[in-house]
């Protein structure tokens, strides 16, 4: 049963961090340079700084601690403005915080996700920091589907649209 268990708990956690950054690369691919750094205004993020800021922050949560290796995350700098960070580096960045994540949960020692760590003040066992950084991502992904969205306007493109009867009854039924 453990062997099950955990294998479907690190196979939805690929599905998880897949599923996120399939919809940030599907907002990438509509916006250049200037609108992945532009800011609404001075108090909020713009789409770079959210990327760094989750790399960083998924990395220290999840990557660093599974492999137990020395957290030498700098929060602040993920906040900087930082424009010179091109669209390019921005998707390398994810890419091998993607591969590097999967590497780490590919093997584990499932008995290992309940041991204890202290992350950022807290005190989570292995499991809770993947599910709280999973859930972290997928929030800064809403938000930056919202300020693509807002730049974009009528010219977004729809990340996906329900395909089948099933799927499109669902939705009405949820309208």
Known sequence: MESTLGKEFINECKIRIESSLQ???????????????????DKMNS?????????GSFRQWTITNINNEEDVRDRPKEFLNESTITKEELIQLTAK????????IQNPDISRLTEQRRIQGFDVTLMGAIFRALTHLEGH??????LTRIQLGDNYQIFWTPQTDEQRAERKSKL
């Open 23 to 41: 919809r940030l690369y599907h907002c990438l691919d509509q916006l250049d340079e200037e609108k992945i750094w532009w800011r609404p205004n």
């Open 97 to 104: 915080l993607k591969s590097d994540f999967v590497t780490a």
């Open 47 to 55: 789409i770079g700084v959210l990327i760094t800021h989750i790399s």
């Open 141 to 146: 992904i809403g938000q930056i589907i919202i």
